[in-house]
Nanobody, 124 residues
Framework: QVQLVESGGGLVQAGGSLRLSCVAS????????MGWFRQAPGKEREFVAA????????DYADSVKGRFTISRDNAKNTVYLQMNSLKPEDTAIYYC?????????????????WGQGTQVTVSS
């Protein structure tokens, strides 16, 4: 079992930056592909970014490409989401999630474990 705890959310002005962190419990973190998802008020949860267990492969939603960067440190059991050039439409609760698979996926139904989420609010 993997427990995930996100942190780093907050209030930032448009154009600003935030770095989210997600710390995982357990010694099997390095065997999991990790993803970030977000849910804005009144909207469905959507894919943001994913990274393979080795860190060698990443994927991003079109809406965040070039602005967000996902990375991981397996020695620290942590996955990060660096968010730059933030826009008001990035306002949402951000969740990290873990799944075991050969390749990374954008399909949230394939993720086995989820964190509780961290709020990101971008003011205009």
């Amino acid at each position: 079992q993997v427990q995930l705890v996100e942190s780093g959310g907050g209030l930032v002005q448009a154009g600003g930056s935030l770095r989210l962190s997600c710390v995982a419990s357990g010694r099997t973190f390095r065997s999991y592909n990790m993803g970030w998802f977000r849910q804005a008020p009144g909207k469905e949860r959507e894919f943001v970014a994913a990274i393979r267990w080795s860190g060698g492969s990443t994927d991003y939603a079109d809406s965040v490409k070039g602005r967000f960067t996902i990375s991981r440190d397996n020695a620290k059991n942590t996955v990060y989401l660096q968010m730059n050039s933030l826009k008001p439409e990035d306002t949402a609760i951000y969740y990290c999630a873990a799944h075991r698979g050969v390749v990374i996926t954008t399909n949230q139904r394939l993720y086995d474990y989820w964190g509780q989420g961290t709020q990101v609010t971008v003011s205009s």
